[in-house]
Nanobody
């Protein structure tokens, strides 16, 4: 069964850093765009950053210059390096990917289960 599994969340003080990882596993043919979204309590889920298979990236304005998304195509893994964290970055962070299963001709969109990031003194 194809799935995305995040890791690396936790509690960090303002100004600190965390690195999130998301591993795609299962019968994978190809992975196209991968990304990270977040959802804070009482708010809608928002895009944080996305990266194409070729490495092109885009970020929400609030994290530009602080967060970096990257991927290792050989390992089917996407990362989110988060520096200079602020309390407003507190949220559940979700991995997202467009994946073509090996048994299909077309891609589908998959979500991870989410990992909590809490920024607090």
């Amino acid at each position: 069964q194809l799935q995305l599994v995040e890791s690396g969340g936790g509690l960090v003080q303002p100004g600190g850093s965390l690195r999130l990882s998301c591993l795609a596993s299962g019968s994978i043919g190809d992975i196209n765009d991968m990304g990270w979204y977040r959802q804070a309590p009482g708010k809608q889920r928002e895009l944080v950053a996305r990266i194409t298979r070729g490495g092109s990236t885009n970020y929400v304005d609030s994290v530009k210059g602080r967060f970096t998304i990257s991927r290792d195509n050989a390992k089917n893994t996407v990362y989110l390096q988060m520096n200079s964290l602020k309390p407003e970055d507190t949220a559940v962070y979700y991995c997202n990917a467009d994946v073509r299963p090996r048994s299909r001709w077309s891609s589908s969109n998959y979500w991870g289960q989410g990992t909590q990031v809490t920024v607090s003194a």
